[in-house]
């Protein structure tokens, strides 16, 4: 959809509302946006919302749907269950120590400081592996302090 894609072209990130009914837009360009180039586009976005939203479905993968779901049981909930393909079984990721403490027994937990952690050490698969088997032995504790 041509509005959309040149909103894109100035700077705009356009995602679907959680509710899949309504379309936000985000400036993340440098500077500010021609509000004179951005209102006629906007506008017309607005007339042909379900059109938009169409094909905004259509483009938006299926990982970005599932983090924003995810997102939103971190939110409301503090915790989500997570299908892991690389681990082969579902986990727990948690806010935080408080929200792991309410998460389900039965599951490895994660917390988001170890997750940004794991992220920022770039681990890859047969590490993740190693440390999942490590938590499965040693429940809680933070992996931070393995560094």
């Given amino acids: 959809m041509e509005p959309l894609l040149e909103l894109e072209r100035i700077g705009y990130e356009a995602t ?3 509710d899949g009914q309504g379309i936000s837009l985000k400036y993340k360009g440098e500077g500010k946006p021609d509000p004179d180039q951005v209102k006629p586009l906007i506008e017309e976005i607005k007339q042909r919302k379900q059109e938009a939203i169409s094909y905004l479905m259509q483009q938006e993968p299926g990982h970005k749907k599932e983090a ?10 503090g915790f989500a269950k997570i299908n892991s393909a690389t681990l082969g079984e579902v986990v727990i990721f948690a806010r935080d120590d408080k929200a792991a403490q309410k998460a ?10 170890e997750i940004r952690h794991l992220i920022e050490l770039k ?13 499965k032995v040693f429940p809680g504790g933070y ?3 393995l560094n």
Avoid: F, N, Q, S
Avoid at 68 to 77: C, D
Avoid at 104 to 111: A, K, N, R, S
Avoid at 123 to 135: M, N, Y
């Fill in 16 to 18: 679907l509302k959680d």
């Fill in 143 to 145: 992996l931070m302090e």
């Fill in 68 to 77: 924003r779901k995810i997102e939103k049981l971190l939110e409301e909930k």
């Fill in 123 to 135: 681990t890859d698969p047969e590490g993740l592996r190693r440390i999942h088997e490590a938590k």
């Fill in 104 to 113: 389900p027994t039965g599951y490895v937990v994660y917390t988001m400081p």
